[in-house]
């Protein structure tokens, strides 16, 4: 069950005392000290943000509605199988501060190939797209008409790097690996389920290597989330974990000698 606003502000105010401040004082791992100076706080206004937040705000304004036929935990907000692009843009769309996060980690660490589990309106596609123009992008997404959307807005941004998959990730995942035995960087939003996200992490192993980053969403949600989140950190695969609460980082680097977490405040 997802955490109500009360206990969600509570995990929240317990996880920012005991996180690491945003300057990366106290962080003795060169990659994390690294992620939080180059990356966190690049505060460089690129023009694709402009390009990604003037799609988002007339997004925004879009009253009309599509079926969600949403396969995963629900919308935390409404159960209803229709919903309105404007509501799907507020409420299921990355915040512009993590959109644009994603963004510069794609910009400053340059994946080649990157995965997304979740397209929705591709919002968070079209960052992830545009921070690379070499990269290739493969999105998946299991509503139909939401699909056809994120397809049309990348069209409208004249996005030519973005590959999308529609189906059910149970479906699509394995057959999007095997064509892609290389992954370099995957952001996982969809599902928010234990099991089912446990397998796909599971599924991504094979296909990981010693840079790929790993971007788990919601690490918070609910209790079953931060259950999947304990379980991924401790995979003896795992060598650095960095918790930014909203989202969660995983890194695989072998000069990590020994296991290490971090929680650092966005």
């Not at 159960?79 to 404007?86: D, F």
């Not at 994120?150 to 409208?156: C, I, L």
């Not at 996200?197 to 918070?220: A, K, V």
């Amino acid at each position: 069950m997802v955490y109500s606003p009360l206990q969600a502000a509570a995990k929240y105010f317990k996880y920012y005392v005991h996180a690491a401040n945003s300057k990366g004082h106290g962080v003795h791992s060169p990659f994390v000290f690294e992620f939080i100076t180059k990356v966190m706080n690049d505060f460089t206004l690129y023009d694709d943000y402009a390009r990604v937040e003037g799609l988002r705000k007339a997004l925004l304004k879009d009253t009309a509605e599509l079926e969600v036929k949403d396969m995963g935990a629900g919308s935390a907000r409404t159960s209803s199988a229709r919903r309105s692009i404007a509501s799907i843009a507020k409420n299921a769309a990355k915040p512009k501060k993590f959109g644009q996060l994603l963004y510069r980690m794609v910009k400053y660490y340059q994946p080649e190939t990157i995965l997304e589990l979740g397209t929705s309106l591709g919002i968070t596609t079209s960052y992830l797209a545009l921070a690379n123009a070499e990269a290739a992008v493969i999105t998946l997404e299991g509503a139909p008409e939401i699909a056809a959307k994120a397809k049309e807005n990348f069209q409208k941004l004249d996005i030519q790097n973005i590959r999308l998959t529609e189906g059910n990730f149970d479906d699509t995942l394995a057959g999007v690996l095997q064509q892609n035995p290389q992954i370099d960087f995957a952001f996982i939003d969809g599902n928010h389920r234990q099991e089912p996200t446990e397998r796909y992490f599971n599924q991504l192993l094979p296909h990981i290597h010693n840079d790929t980053l790993l971007i788990f969403d919601d690490i918070h949600w609910s209790k079953e989330m931060e259950t999947v989140w304990k379980n991924i950190v401790q995979h003896e695969a795992v060598a650095c974990d960095i918790d930014l609460f909203y989202i969660g980082i995983i890194s695989f680097r072998k000069e990590f000698k020994e296991k290490q977490h971090f929680s650092v405040r966005v």
